[in-house]
Nanobody
Framework: QVQLVESGGGLVQAGGSLRLSCAASGRTFSNYAMGWFRQAPGREREFVAAITWGGSGVVYADSVKGRFTISRDNAKNMVYLQMNTLKPEDTAIYYC???????????????WGQGTQVTVSS
């Protein structure tokens, strides 16, 4: 089992920045690829970003490319999502997830955090 706890969400004005953190515990963190997903009210869960086990590979959704940066610190069992130039359409609950596979498909992830709310005002 892997336990994930997100933090860092909040209310920010458009154009602002937030940094989300996800703390992992349980099994060996470096054995898992990590992903960030988000879900807005009335919408399906969507992929945001993913990072490989060692952190050398990353992939982003087109909607956040150039604005968001995913990173991880395996020594601290942490994964981060730096979000810059935020837009109102970024408003959603953000979830981190862990899986042995490096994928952008939410249904392939085995472990999920409880989510953190991000609200971007216009």
């Amino acid at each position: 089992q892997v336990q994930l706890v997100e933090s860092g969400g909040g209310l920010v004005q458009a154009g602002g920045s937030l940094r989300l953190s996800c703390a992992a515990s349980g099994r060996t963190f470096s054995n898992y690829a990590m992903g960030w997903f988000r879900q807005a009210p009335g919408r399906e869960r969507e992929f945001v970003a993913a990072i490989t086990w060692g952190g050398s590979g990353v992939v982003y959704a087109d909607s956040v490319k150039g604005r968001f940066t995913i990173s991880r610190d395996n020594a601290k069992n942490m994964v981060y999502l730096q979000m810059n130039t935020l837009k109102p359409e970024d408003t959603a609950i953000y979830y981190c997830a862990a899986d042995s596979s490096y994928t952008s498909n939410w249904y392939e992830y085995d472990y999920w955090g409880q989510g953190t709310q991000v609200t971007v005002s216009s």
